[in-house]
């Protein structure tokens, strides 16, 4: 097809003058997809300088306001740019392959959003120089925020603005394409199960960004200006930030869940070779943790003085939301039943996120109880909880997905040895570093210590997750080297490498500049997981 | 069957009933809800498990036997119906347990012994009821990076085997109290007052820790309240032992 168009070289042996002026789709995801991957680098880097602290207790490496800003930058540079910002990469390049589309429906506006995304990693750069750091966490709660001693509340302030413009960009754009651009016969009951993921994520990010926003203006306000939003000598209240950043930033959790159980979704169809188990009740369960994340916010703020009726009420929201997740995860299951199981490296990482993904929930629902949660409340327990979700389940999902898409991107088959071995070498690693948080929070260790007191078993459950963090990133480094390895010096791909029905498979790897030729044509009964029917 | 579900709930209540007398609170009411709740855990962990490492070996692909699957097997609402209203029952029983549990935990016994503690940056002031002031803060001089020291001021003390309920504020940013033992955080936040209540049945030394990010030296802002039987608490608190000291703390 390639010959037929005469375009002789593929679409991403462009100049750089193209890559930075360009509204193509594929390209501005790869940049979103690049730009992650470094600052999830980076903040790797950050919390093995951190592990090797906590080695042992006493002070052996880095001052504590060093270890503070590594894990304040951990915090954002993992969340906004890895665990958020991956999925614009996997929104941008796949949502008008899989909706039969030219382009998404704003493709200067995603262009523009990119750039701003580019900005926010600017700002974010800047905060490394000395000087100009920021040490009260990604939380950045005030007062302590609003206090000199915290570095430069500003720079976190602009990091927030900017990468949330770029997700309401990015938000309005992908919701319009997948509303109005989608190839006849593709309906919202026969789509991609990772479209509607990135849909209701988007969806989130339009709802909640707003707030976030607004309580970052006011604690710059507080900071620079002199207004009182936060201050409680003035008759400002510092809960109400908490109330908003929440009211984002839990959503937020699902704006990084989603997408990625979208991905598993395809990959595990795909590779069990049959059609996804229980398809409505899965986009059901998608739409209904969307809507009910909305509701749950106060449980991060258990132990913070509000009333009891309040964590009573959201306690039953926040363990409601256990229903639909655990919806997917046996839908997941039963469609693995009766399949035909391929294990190429892309499954090995779906397969491995599921099951590490139920650990991460089971120690999520006790968080939801406020009888449980005052003792674990802020304790390495919640750290654990949330790197089996996060550093887990979404890291697996998204490699996965690196592996599973990498032909269509590349036009390369990526190292399956060593693909494999990176997933094993992960997937130790990471149980290794996050069990021990576990462990050792339900003995009481908070989070956010650069520091410990000499109690026998922390010494040795922190040295644990120390040599886990070692093997973990050497996982991740092999991963990488796979990926790169494939594209340098991978066989050609096919078109369809893993024979899925669904529509991206259909075009050449990589696709042309303009996707289709033509709209394409689906079969009546198309439905996009499944053995390959055309 | 109905009178033998009564004696196992019997037998069970007195079991956790004695367990509760014994151990400190509100620690003991959290162990139950986290026995609970790993037990569940298990299970459901193993429900999903077991038959996913069933099926991704028996229904392993095989050339020339099984390259696909069963295109027509897509859902089973009956099926998908039992996976949504057990998990249902599950999480509606573990939040009204839980409420139950957490309602107890926050109404301190009327006998409780009333302390206020202050929170900064980083230390925590102990103020008693008769008016004395205990302070307990790391020592930051050159040697602090060699870890928890504290400062040789006289040590907060509190009686063992009697309800306390600690009233809670900060002067500065947002902190967070936890006993060790006792398994109870509660954030001090600046221009409120929060509270949480303990009792601890057995003599010694126990860590504070903060759980609330306050900054750089977040991590050493701790005491070791000394836990000791009434009649010395009540001698030590009549009595003006090493109160000048305490005054020179509070003035650090």
């Keep these: 097809m390639r010959e037929a168009i005469h375009i002789e070289k593929p679409w991403f042996s462009a100049s750089l003058k193209e890559w930075i002026f360009t509204t193509d789709h594929k390209k501005i995801g790869i940049m979103y997809g690049i730009t992650s991957?470094?600052?999830?680098?980076?903040?790797?880097?950050?919390?093995?300088?951190?592990?090797?602290?906590?080695?042992?207790?006493?002070?052996?490496?880095?001052?504590?306001?060093?270890?503070?800003?590594?894990?304040?930058?951990?915090?954002?540079?993992?969340?906004?740019?890895?665990?958020?910002?991956?999925?614009?990469?996997?929104?941008?390049?796949?949502?008008?392959?899989?909706?039969?589309?030219?382009?998404?429906?704003?493709?200067r506006l995603n262009a523009l959003g990119y750039w701003t995304f580019f900005a926010a990693s600017v700002i974010a750069l800047i905060t490394l120089i000395p000087g100009n750091q920021i040490m009260h966490m990604w939380t950045g709660y005030p007062p302590y925020s609003a206090n000199p001693n915290s570095g430069l509340t500003a720079l976190f302030v602009f990091i927030w603005h900017l990468t949330g413009a770029a997700s309401i960009m990015g938000a309005i754009n992908f919701l319009t394409t997948v509303v109005r651009m989608r190839a006849p016969g593709?309906?919202?009951?026969?789509?991609?199960?990772?479209?509607?993921?990135?849909?209701?994520?988007?969806?989130?990010?339009?709802?909640?960004?707003?707030?976030?926003?607004?309580?970052?203006?006011?604690?710059?306000?507080?900071?620079?200006?002199?207004?009182?939003?936060?201050?409680?000598?003035?008759?400002?209240?510092?809960?109400?930030?908490?109330?908003?950043?929440?009211?984002?930033?839990?959503?937020?959790?699902?704006?990084?869940?989603?997408?990625?159980?979208?991905?598993?979704?395809?990959?595990?169809?795909?590779?069990?070779?049959?059609?996804?188990?229980?398809?409505?009740?899965?986009?059901?369960?998608?739409?209904?943790?969307?809507?009910?994340?909305?509701?749950?916010?106060?449980?991060?703020?258990?132990?913070?003085?509000?009333?009891?009726?309040?964590?009573?009420?959201?306690?039953?929201?926040?363990?409601?939301?256990?229903?639909?997740?655990?919806?997917?995860?046996?839908?997941?299951?039963?469609?693995?039943?009766?399949?035909?199981?391929?294990?190429?490296?892309?499954?090995?990482?779906?397969?491995?996120?599921?099951?590490?993904?139920?650990?991460?929930?089971?120690?999520?629902?006790?968080?939801?109880?406020?009888?449980?949660?005052?003792?674990?409340?802020?304790?390495?327990?919640?750290?654990?909880?949330?790197?089996?979700?996060?550093?887990?389940?979404?890291?697996?999902?998204?490699?996965g997905g690196f592996f599973y898409w990498?032909?269509?991107?590349?036009?390369?088959?990526?190292?399956?040895?060593?693909?494999?071995?990176?997933?094993?070498?992960?997937?130790?690693?990471?149980?290794?570093?996050?069990?021990?948080?576990?462990?050792?929070?339900?003995?009481?260790?908070?989070?956010?210590?650069?520091?410990?007191?000499?109690?026998?078993?922390?010494?040795?459950?922190?040295?644990?997750?120390?040599?886990?963090?070692?093997?973990?990133?050497?996982?991740?480094?092999?991963?990488?080297?796979?990926?790169?390895?494939?594209?340098?010096?991978?066989?050609?791909?096919?078109?369809?490498p893993w024979m899925s029905n669904s529509l991206e498979w259909r075009l050449p790897s990589p696709p042309p500049p303009h996707n289709f030729d033509e709209p394409p044509k689906v079969e009546k009964d198309y439905c996009p997981h499944g053995y390959c029917k055309f | 069957m109905a009178r033998l579900t009564a004696l196992l709930l019997g037998l069970i209540t007195a079991a956790l009933a004695e367990e509760v007398s014994a151990k400190d609170m509100p620690a003991a009411l959290w162990d139950t809800l986290n026995e609970i709740w790993l037990a569940l855990s298990v299970v459901i962990y193993l429900i999903v498990a077991v038959p996913s490492l069933i099926f991704m070996i028996k229904y392993r692909?095989?050339?020339?036997?099984?390259?696909?699957?069963?295109?027509?097997?897509?859902?089973?609402w009956g099926l998908e119906a039992l996976w949504t209203i057990v998990p249902l029952i599950v999480v509606i029983y573990l939040a009204t347990h839980g409420f139950a549990i957490f309602k107890e935990m926050r109404t301190p016994p009327k006998d409780a012994l009333e302390i206020k503690v202050t929170a900064f940056m980083w230390g925590w002031e102990f103020e008693y009821p008769n008016g004395k002031k205990v302070y307990a803060f790391f020592k930051q001089d050159k040697d602090a990076v060699k870890g928890y020291r504290a400062q040789e001021f006289e040590k907060p003390l509190l009686p063992v085997g009697r309800p306390i309920k600690v009233n809670l504020t900060s002067k500065d940013v947002i902190h967070a109290f936890y006993l060790?033992?006792?398994?109870?955080?509660?954030?001090?936040?600046?221009?409120?007052?929060?509270?949480?209540?303990?009792?601890?049945?057995?003599?010694?030394?126990?860590?504070?820790?903060?759980?609330?990010?306050?900054?750089?030296?977040?991590?050493?802002?701790?005491?070791?309240?000394?836990?000791?039987?009434?009649?010395?608490?009540?001698n030590w608190l009549g009595g003006k032992t090493a109160l000048k000291k305490t005054d020179e703390g509070g003035a650090l």
């Design chain 1, 186 to 399: 593709i309906g919202f009951f026969n789509m991609n199960l990772f479209l509607h993921g990135v849909s209701s994520m988007n969806l989130i990010q339009l709802l909640g960004i707003p707030s976030i926003a607004g309580a970052v203006t006011m604690l710059f306000l507080d900071t620079y200006v002199g207004t009182n939003f936060f201050n409680p000598a003035k008759g400002g209240d510092p809960i109400l930030y908490q109330n908003l950043f929440w009211f984002y930033s839990h959503p937020a959790v699902y704006v990084m869940v989603l997408p990625a159980f979208g991905v598993i979704s395809e990959i595990v169809s795909t590779f069990a070779r049959k059609p996804i188990f229980g398809y409505k009740s899965m986009v059901v369960a998608i739409w209904a943790i969307a809507l009910v994340g909305f509701m749950v916010w106060t449980h991060h703020m258990f132990v913070s003085g509000i009333p009891d009726w309040v964590k009573i009420l959201m306690s039953y929201t926040t363990v409601l939301i256990g229903v639909p997740t655990g919806i997917k995860i046996f839908n997941w299951v039963g469609t693995l039943y009766r399949g035909a199981v391929v294990y190429k490296t892309p499954m090995l990482y779906a397969l491995g996120a599921i099951l590490m993904f139920l650990i991460g929930g089971l120690t999520g629902i006790p968080l939801g109880l406020p009888a449980f949660d005052i003792a674990v409340h802020d304790s390495y327990f919640v750290v654990g909880h949330f790197h089996y979700v996060l550093g887990m389940a979404v890291t697996l999902a998204a490699f």
């Design chain 2, 180 to 234: 060790r033992p006792a398994k109870v955080v509660q954030d001090a936040v600046p221009g409120r007052n929060t509270y949480l209540w303990f009792q601890v049945n057995e003599a010694g030394e126990y860590w504070v820790f903060c759980r609330e990010y306050c900054g750089t030296w977040h991590s050493r802002m701790f005491a070791k309240i000394k836990f000791v039987p009434e009649t010395e608490f009540n």
């Design chain 2, 61 to 76: 692909y095989k050339r020339g036997e099984r390259e696909m699957g069963d295109q027509e097997h897509e859902g089973h």
């Design chain 1, 37 to 107: 991957l470094v600052f999830f680098i980076v903040g790797g880097i950050m919390a093995l300088g951190m592990r090797v602290e906590l080695f042992n207790p006493g002070t052996q490496h880095v001052s504590p306001d060093t270890y503070n800003y590594f894990l304040t930058v951990h915090g954002a540079l993992m969340l906004l740019w890895w665990a958020i910002g991956i999925w614009g990469a996997f929104a941008n390049f796949l949502i008008p392959l899989m909706i039969g589309a030219r382009d998404v429906a704003f493709p």
């Design chain 1, 406 to 496: 990498w032909p269509k991107v590349t036009g390369r088959m990526y190292s399956e040895a060593l693909g494999k071995l990176s997933f094993w070498t992960i997937i130790v690693g990471s149980n290794v570093l996050y069990f021990p948080q576990l462990i050792v929070g339900l003995s009481g260790m908070p989070r956010r210590y650069y520091d410990y007191p000499v109690i026998g078993e922390w010494i040795t459950l922190h040295q644990i997750q120390t040599v886990g963090a070692f093997v973990l990133a050497f996982g991740i480094l092999l991963g990488i080297i796979a990926l790169i390895k494939g594209t340098l010096s991978g066989e050609k791909a096919p078109a369809n």
